[in-house]
Nanobody
Framework: QVQLVESGGGLVQAGGSLRLSCAASGSIFSINAMGWYRQAPGKQREFVASITSSGSTNYADSVKGRFTISRDNAKNTVYLQMNSLKPEDTAVYYC?????????WGQGTQVTVSS
Protein backbone atom coordinates (compact mmCIF):
# COMPACT_ATOMS: atom_id res chain seq x y z
CA GLN A 1 0.00 0.00 0.00
CA VAL A 2 1.01 3.58 -0.70
CA GLN A 3 -0.44 6.48 1.27
CA LEU A 4 -0.53 9.95 -0.25
CA VAL A 5 -1.24 13.15 1.64
CA GLU A 6 -1.72 16.42 -0.25
CA SER A 7 -1.35 19.88 1.22
CA GLY A 8 -0.97 23.47 0.09
CA GLY A 9 -4.37 24.23 -1.40
CA GLY A 10 -6.27 27.39 -0.63
CA LEU A 11 -7.84 30.55 -1.95
CA VAL A 12 -5.81 32.83 -4.20
CA GLN A 13 -6.54 35.72 -6.53
CA ALA A 14 -6.15 35.36 -10.28
CA GLY A 15 -2.52 35.81 -11.26
CA GLY A 16 -1.30 34.47 -7.93
CA SER A 17 0.66 31.36 -7.06
CA LEU A 18 0.31 28.27 -4.90
CA ARG A 19 2.52 25.25 -4.28
CA LEU A 20 0.93 21.89 -3.66
CA SER A 21 2.78 19.09 -1.91
CA CYS A 22 2.14 15.36 -1.95
CA ALA A 23 3.93 13.24 0.63
CA ALA A 24 4.12 9.51 -0.05
CA SER A 25 4.55 6.82 2.59
CA GLY A 26 4.20 3.06 2.87
CA SER A 27 5.43 0.78 0.11
CA ILE A 28 7.00 3.54 -1.94
CA PHE A 29 9.71 1.46 -3.52
CA SER A 30 9.29 0.90 -7.24
CA ILE A 31 6.85 3.77 -7.72
CA ASN A 32 7.00 4.32 -11.46
CA ALA A 33 5.50 7.79 -11.64
CA MET A 34 3.60 10.36 -9.63
CA GLY A 35 1.29 13.04 -10.84
CA TRP A 36 -1.48 15.51 -10.29
CA TYR A 37 -5.05 15.46 -11.52
CA ARG A 38 -7.88 17.90 -10.85
CA GLN A 39 -11.65 17.82 -10.81
CA ALA A 40 -13.81 20.90 -11.10
CA PRO A 41 -17.48 20.87 -10.03
CA GLY A 42 -19.60 19.05 -12.59
CA LYS A 43 -16.59 17.96 -14.63
CA GLN A 44 -14.57 14.81 -14.99
CA ARG A 45 -11.21 14.41 -13.34
CA GLU A 46 -8.46 15.54 -15.71
CA PHE A 47 -4.72 15.10 -15.98
CA VAL A 48 -2.54 18.05 -14.94
CA ALA A 49 1.07 16.90 -14.74
CA SER A 50 3.23 13.86 -14.06
CA ILE A 51 6.83 12.99 -13.29
CA THR A 52 8.51 9.62 -13.69
CA SER A 53 11.07 7.98 -11.41
CA SER A 54 13.76 9.16 -13.84
CA GLY A 55 12.52 12.75 -13.72
CA SER A 56 10.72 12.99 -17.05
CA THR A 57 7.77 15.36 -16.90
CA ASN A 58 4.55 15.77 -18.81
CA TYR A 59 1.93 18.51 -18.66
CA ALA A 60 -1.58 19.18 -19.85
CA ASP A 61 -1.66 21.85 -22.53
CA SER A 62 -3.82 24.05 -20.30
CA VAL A 63 -1.07 24.39 -17.68
CA LYS A 64 2.12 24.33 -19.75
CA GLY A 65 4.32 27.28 -18.97
CA ARG A 66 2.43 28.04 -15.75
CA PHE A 67 2.74 24.88 -13.63
CA THR A 68 5.88 22.96 -12.72
CA ILE A 69 6.02 19.49 -11.22
CA SER A 70 9.05 18.38 -9.26
CA ARG A 71 10.03 15.72 -6.75
CA ASP A 72 12.27 15.42 -3.71
CA ASN A 73 13.23 11.77 -3.49
CA ALA A 74 14.81 12.18 -0.07
CA LYS A 75 11.47 13.42 1.30
CA ASN A 76 9.31 11.14 -0.87
CA THR A 77 7.40 14.24 -1.87
CA VAL A 78 6.13 15.62 -5.16
CA TYR A 79 5.36 19.28 -5.66
CA LEU A 80 3.20 21.24 -8.06
CA GLN A 81 4.18 24.88 -8.36
CA MET A 82 1.27 26.78 -9.85
CA ASN A 83 1.87 30.29 -11.17
CA SER A 84 -0.33 32.75 -13.07
CA LEU A 85 -3.40 31.03 -11.71
CA LYS A 86 -6.71 31.51 -13.49
CA PRO A 87 -10.28 31.11 -12.23
CA GLU A 88 -10.59 28.05 -14.48
CA ASP A 89 -7.86 26.37 -12.43
CA THR A 90 -10.34 26.14 -9.56
CA ALA A 91 -10.74 22.46 -8.66
CA VAL A 92 -9.93 19.76 -6.19
CA TYR A 93 -6.39 18.64 -6.94
CA TYR A 94 -5.49 14.99 -6.43
CA CYS A 95 -2.07 13.43 -6.23
CA UNK A 96 -1.52 9.94 -7.57
CA UNK A 97 1.24 7.36 -7.59
CA UNK A 98 1.62 4.49 -10.01
CA UNK A 99 3.26 1.31 -8.77
CA UNK A 100 2.37 -1.22 -11.41
CA UNK A 101 -0.25 -2.51 -11.64
CA UNK A 102 -1.89 -0.26 -9.03
CA UNK A 103 -2.63 3.46 -8.98
CA UNK A 104 -2.97 5.12 -5.59
CA TRP A 105 -4.78 8.39 -4.91
CA GLY A 106 -4.66 11.03 -2.22
CA GLN A 107 -7.71 12.61 -0.64
CA GLY A 108 -7.45 15.85 -2.61
CA THR A 109 -6.87 19.48 -1.77
CA GLN A 110 -9.10 22.38 -2.81
CA VAL A 111 -7.69 25.18 -4.94
CA THR A 112 -9.93 28.19 -5.49
CA VAL A 113 -8.89 31.06 -7.75
CA SER A 114 -10.97 34.22 -7.49
CA SER A 115 -11.31 36.68 -10.35
Amino acid sequence: QVQLVESGGGLVQAGGSLRLSCAASGSIFSINAMGWYRQAPGKQREFVASITSSGSTNYADSVKGRFTISRDNAKNTVYLQMNSLKPEDTAVYYCNAVRQPTTYWGQGTQVTVSS
